[in-house]
């Protein structure tokens, strides 16, 4: 069983900056490795969930339109960790931002393709 924990969540004032973080368990050692997907999405009130950046293999990275240039994603592997820097804040950023897992080696930003997920962590952008 993956387990994925964000943190880093918070609000902000437009034109800001925050980093969240994404830990695996232990079960997910590697994850970001060879055969295996990590992301971040994100769900605003009555909106879907969309994807906003992900990670396959070490070097395939993908971001959605509205966030490139802005957000970063990165990963440790020593620490088992998957973040996104997010620079130049927009009000429209503000969501719920979830981590999510799956094990394939190729990525995209269609939330229903990944299956595991976290709690989620809030953000909100003012």
């Known amino acids: 069983q993956v387990q994925l924990v964000e943190s880093g969540g918070g609000s902000v004032q437009a034109g800001g900056s925050l980093r969240l973080s994404c830990a695996a368990s232990?079960?997910?050692?590697?994850?970001?490795?060879?055969?295996?997907?990590m992301g971040w999405f994100r769900q605003a009130p009555g909106r879907e969930r969309e994807g906003v950046a992900s990670?396959?293999?070490?070097?395939?990275?993908i971001y959605a339109d509205s966030v490139k240039g802005r957000f970063t994603i990165s990963r440790d592997n020593a620490k088992n960790t998957l973040y996104v820097q997010m620079n130049s804040l927009k009000p429209e950023d503000t969501a719920v931002y979830y981590c999510?897992?799956?094990?394939?080696?190729?990525?995209?930003?269609?939330?229903?393709?990944?299956?595991?997920w976290g709690q989620g962590t809030q953000v909100t952008v003012s």
């Open positions: 232990e079960a997910t050692s590697g994850y970001t490795s060879s055969g295996q997907c």
């Open positions: 990670f396959a293999n070490d070097r395939e990275i």
């Open positions: 999510a897992a799956d094990y394939r080696p190729y990525t995209d930003l269609d939330p229903t393709t990944f299956g595991f």
